[in-house]
């Protein structure tokens, strides 16, 4: 089963940072819109970034817009989220999502067709 593996999740204090990747375990999702969304303990799955198909797009929840960077490696196969100024409240299992969106739709669980297993990031205050 094709698969994205999610990996960089771990634990640091507030202010630090950390770097998810995300890469398929098989076939190539370099045609794919890429997604991060988050999870925490007792909430629903939440949209965090999202990179369109071709890159040249990004889009961000308003509670991570200038701190998370979304980007795509070279072959566009791989997809980041660079995340700074970690807050407590950003402790959340997190999880890639791949999909051929065209427009407008990054935002909702439902457009995604691929997911990884998860990172667990937590943040100490």
């Known amino acids: 089963q094709v698969q994205l593996v999610e990996s960089g999740g771990g634990l640091v204090q507030a202010g630090g940072s950390l770097r998810l990747s995300c890469a398929p375990s098989e076939r190539t999702f370099s045609n794919y819109a890429m997604s991060w969304f988050r999870q925490a303990p007792g909430k629903e799955r939440e949209f965090v970034a999202a990179i369109s198909r071709s890159g040249s797009t990004t889009y961000y929840a308003d509670s991570v817009k200038g701190r998370f960077t979304i980007s795509r490696g070279n072959s566009r196969n791989t997809v980041y989220l660079q995340m700074n100024s970690l807050k407590p409240e950003d402790t959340a299992v997190y999880y890639c999502?791949?999909?051929?969106?065209?427009?407008?739709?990054?935002?909702?669980?439902?457009?995604?067709?691929?997911w990884g297993q998860g990172t667990q990031v937590t943040i100490s205050s």
């Open positions: 999502a791949a999909g051929l969106i065209n427009s407008g739709n990054y935002y909702y669980l439902r457009s995604y067709d691929y």
